[in-house]
Structure formats: structure tokens, C-alpha cells
């Protein structure tokens, strides 16, 4: 899954990094890696497109030199197919923003409901951002992530944990054979009764190890072995990656 590249425009200098962020949690939150620029006029976006595409433009209504409308509007005529989300406390030029065919309107009023919400529908319209994401079940609900972001699945004093890279880890209502059927179709290896790899992240198989480039050590069913080492070739051949495989 590619990191979504994203841009909030707004002349509020002082909330304009707080914006941001939030736009990167949100997309984080349904799994979505996310880069945001961020920007306190619309020049600095117009500069910034002529050598750098967007998937999606957060933009204010209500800026000095050239409101949010008129530079949308300037999209539009040069058949930008950039999806536009109006971000506004001026919920009174909601309709007038109907002209440039925006995706949302974001209310500053409600801005964190309307914000998820939003970034929920527009990631539904656009499936292929969200392809290879994998939906957990938690204690605090359901939980999207990418599946390159899983390293490893660990079966604990009957708790299944999901080890993320660079996040903590997850523990997830589900035994551990539901979960290998939910990732059969992602490039994930059973290589014991309580662990599942995901291959990306195996750098060498020893005679009762799995390495991984994370540095963790799993150990390796014996009876496996042949199995995940056929397994761990076929998905490196056809995705180009190189592993080292102890004799």
C-alpha cells in the first residue's frame, strides 16, 4: 500500500500544524500511512502541485488574497481530478462550495467528528488505498492496519498479540487459526502453533529459528521447516526480495 499524500491549506498559522496532524492520525487510524504538507496560503499549495501531486487537498473557505473556493475553482478548470475536502467554520458557504464538486465539507466546529467521518467515506470511495489493510477485533473495537505494518502474530497464555512495526502492540479478540485464515491471502507464514510471520520481515530460517530484520528470534516448528522455507521463496521470487537461509 503506497503512503497517501495529502495537504491542508489554511491562513490560521497558530491551528495550522494541529490540523495536520490530525489529518495524519485520522488516515493513521484507519491504517493509513499518511505525509501532510501543510500550508497558510494557497499560493504556497499552487507552488507546491507544480512539482508535487496530492491525493487529497484539505482546504480553508475563508482566506485572505484567494479564498478556498476560487482556488478550487481553478482546479477544476484545469481538470484536476484532485478530490478537494473544504475545512470551514463558514458552514453558511457550504453550498456555494457545490459549484467545485468538493469531496466533504469539514466543519471547524465539529472538526475531529467530521473529519473521521470524512476521511472514513473517502477512504470507502477509494478501495485500493486500503487493499491490503487488515481489520482487527479489540477491547476498544475494531482496529485497521496495514498488513506490511504486521510483523509477527503471537499466541500468549491463550492472548493472541499482533506486533506492528513502529506501533504498539495489539491484542485482538480471535484464536489463532481465524487469524491465519484472515491473513492467508497477505503473505504470512505459520511457522508454529503460537506464531505467524509475516514474510516480509524474515531474514534468515536457522535449523529452529525464524530471524527476523527486526531483530526478534521465533522459534520454527521442526515438522515446518520445509514448508515455510517453500513459502518464504515463492512470496521473495515473485516480490524480489533476498533472504539467507542457514545450511
Not at 467554520?89 to 471547524?108: Q, S
Not at 520481515?201 to 515438522?223: A, F, M, Q, V
Amino acid at each position: 500500500m503506497k503512503t497517501l499524500k495529502a495537504c491542508v491549506c489554511d491562513d490560521d498559522s497558530a491551528m495550522l500544524p494541529t490540523y495536520a496532524a490530525s489529518v495524519k492520525g485520522c488516515f493513521q487510524g484507519y491504517g493509513v500511512s499518511c505525509d501532510v504538507d501543510f500550508f497558510s496560503s494557497t499560493q504556497g499549495v499552487r507552488a507546491r502541485l507544480s512539482e508535487y501531486g496530492y491525493d487529497v487537498i484539505f482546504l480553508d473557505i475563508d482566506m485572505p488574497r484567494e479564498d478556498g473556493i476560487s482556488f478550487a475553482q481553478e482546479l477544476r478548470k484545469l481538470d484536476s481530478p484532485i478530490p478537494v475536502i473544504f475545512v470551514s467554520a463558514r458552514e453558511d458557504k457550504m453550498y456555494d462550495t457545490f459549484a467545485v464538486r468538493p469531496f466533504g465539507f469539514v466543519r471547524k466546529s465539529h472538526f475531529l467528528n467530521d473529519l473521521s467521518e470524512t476521511v472514513r467515506l473517502f477512504l470507502e470511495a477509494n478501495p485500493s488505498i486500503t487493499e491490503d489493510n487488515v481489520l482487527f477485533s479489540t477491547s476498544k473495537g475494531d482496529f485497521s492496519v496495514s498488513a506490511k505494518q504486521i510483523v509477527f502474530i503471537e499466541s500468549y497464555q491463550h492472548n493472541q498479540y499482533v506486533i506492528l512495526k513502529d506501533l504498539p502492540k495489539l491484542e485482538i479478540h480471535s484464536s489463532m487459526d481465524n487469524v491465519e485464515k484472515l491473513l492467508a491471502d497477505k503473505g504470512f507464514i505459520r511457522v508454529h502453533k503460537s506464531y505467524i510471520v509475516n514474510y516480509r520481515y524474515i531474514n534468515r530460517i536457522t535449523e529452529g529459528e525464524i530471524i527476523l530484520s527486526t531483530g526478534d528470534k521465533l522459534p520454527l516448528s521442526r515438522h515446518k521447516k520445509a514448508e515455510v522455507k517453500a513459502l518464504w521463496l515463492e512470496y521473495g521470487t515473485k516480490n524480489g526480495f533476498t533472504y539467507i537461509e542457514d545450511q
